[in-house]
């Protein structure tokens, strides 16, 4: 049993968390007011999987906590394509869009705010992105993994138009 425990401490460990939001939220109740919290949470393995994760509770640890293992629950595999993207996708969720183009090799994660915690724990190198409409954090990330889960890998698109998958630009 313990190694069970130890195995799956493990494959946990793969995982990196970064917190995007804490903010403190309040329920009105018959005595009064009942404060919490509220933690968004991306967790990504840095190199292809990603998810976002929102977790509710009286403390902040325990918050935050929630928001991981929710976020694991979450997780979506990004095809990458040498550090960066295929093609150039828009994400929508509410009133929040965001724009993800690839880039050339030593361009680096150009991306503020939500949008770039999750590329950054997506595992992503070199990559433009461009965040329109509402600034809300968890709207912006669940644009942003919108926007990631519509990408195809080239291989699948040339398959699909019965082509051979040619590059626009060659990275070594």
Do not use: W
């Not at 509220?38 to 999987?49: E, F, H, I, L, P």
């Not at 915690?117 to 070199?126: A, F, I, P, Q």
């Not at 965040?131 to 698109?157: D, F, H, Q, W, Y």
């Amino acid at each position: 049993m313990a190694r069970e425990m130890r195995r799956d401490f493990n494959r946990d460990s793969e995982y990196k968390e970064k917190v995007v939001n804490i903010s403190r939220v309040t329920k009105v109740v018959k005595g009064g007011k009942k404060m919490g919290f509220r933690a968004v949470v991306v967790v990504g393995d840095m190199k292809t999987k990603v998810g976002l994760g929102i977790g509710k509770a009286a403390e902040v640890s325990a918050a935050i906590r929630k928001g991981v293992e929710a976020g694991k629950r979450n997780i979506i595999e990004v095809p990458l394509y040498s550090g960066t993207i295929p093609h150039d996708v828009l994400g929508k969720f509410s009133a929040s869009s965001v724009l993800l183009r690839p880039a050339p090799r030593g361009t680096g994660v150009i991306a503020g705010g939500a949008v770039r915690t999750v590329l950054e724990l997506c595992g992503l190198k070199n990559i433009v992105a461009k965040s329109i409409g509402s600034a809300n954090p968890i709207n912006v990330a669940r644009a942003a993994l919108e926007a990631l889960g519509m990408l195809k890998s080239l291989e699948t698109v040339a398959s699909q138009r019965g082509k051979e998958p040619k590059v626009s630009y060659v990275q070594t």
